[in-house]
Structures are given as C-alpha cells and as structure tokens.
C-alpha cells in the first residue's frame, strides 16, 4: 500500500504558478501531520510547508511565505500546496511526507513516510 503520492508538477515560467498534489491513504490522512519538502540538484533537502492533521495550523519556510499556500481537502483525502509567484530557485523535486508526531515538526529526518516525489522547473 503506498501512504502518500506526489503530483502535479511540471514546467513554468518565473512568475507562474502551480499546484502540487498529496493524495494520502485513509489512515495517514485521518491523523498524520502531512508536508511538504524540496530538493535542489546539490543541495539538502529542505522544510516547505506542513499542516496539522486536523487542519489547525499550517506551517510554511521563509522562503515561500506568502506565495505557497498549504490546504486539505478531507473529501478526497488529499493536501494541496498551491504554490503562486514562482522563482528560478524554487526548482526542485518535491517531496509529499507524513508524520505522527502530536507536534508538528519541520525537521527532515525526523519524516518517516515519503512519496517519490516530483518535479519542479522555474525557468527564467
């Protein structure tokens, strides 16, 4: 059984904007803090955004604050991370992850469950 599936990527120009796609099964959806990280050719995978597994909070690095938007859609099970005003140094693969902690964390290793991922490109 996969727990969670990355989609949405793609091509964009600087400006432009895209939606990524988390679809997450029941049991991690119902209770799991779900994230999103990224990871640029050469370098660490990096804390994007996260939500609280009810929705309460949401979370979001420097770098994306008020241009990325994290959000649940309970119906289909799924977090979204709408991502507008993109950046040539948005480029990355991203990363869907799930944790069970009671605290939200932001912290990369401490994310046991991920999805393959998928690309994004910013062109100039």
């Known amino acids: 059984q996969v727990d969670v599936v990355e989609s949405g990527g793609g091509l964009v120009q600087a400006g432009g904007s895209l939606r990524l796609s988390c679809a997450a099964s029941?049991?991690?959806?119902?209770?799991?803090?779900l994230a999103w990280f990224r990871q640029a050719p050469g370098k660490e995978r990096e804390f994007v955004s996260a939500?609280?597994?009810?929705?309460?909070?949401?979370y979001y690095a420097d770098a994306v604050k008020g241009r990325f938007t994290i959000s649940r859609d309970n119906a289909k099970n799924t977090v979204y991370l709408q991502m507008n005003s993109l950046k040539p140094e948005d480029t990355a693969v991203y990363y869907c992850?799930?944790?069970?902690?009671?605290?939200?964390?932001?912290?990369?290793?401490?994310?046991?469950?991920w999805g393959q991922g998928t690309q994004v490109t910013v062109s100039s």
């Open positions: 992850a799930a944790d069970d902690s009671i605290k939200v964390v932001t912290t990369v290793h401490l994310y046991h469950i």
């Open positions: 029941e049991r991690i959806y119902s209770s799991y803090t």
């Open positions: 939500i609280r597994w009810d929705g309460g909070r949401s």
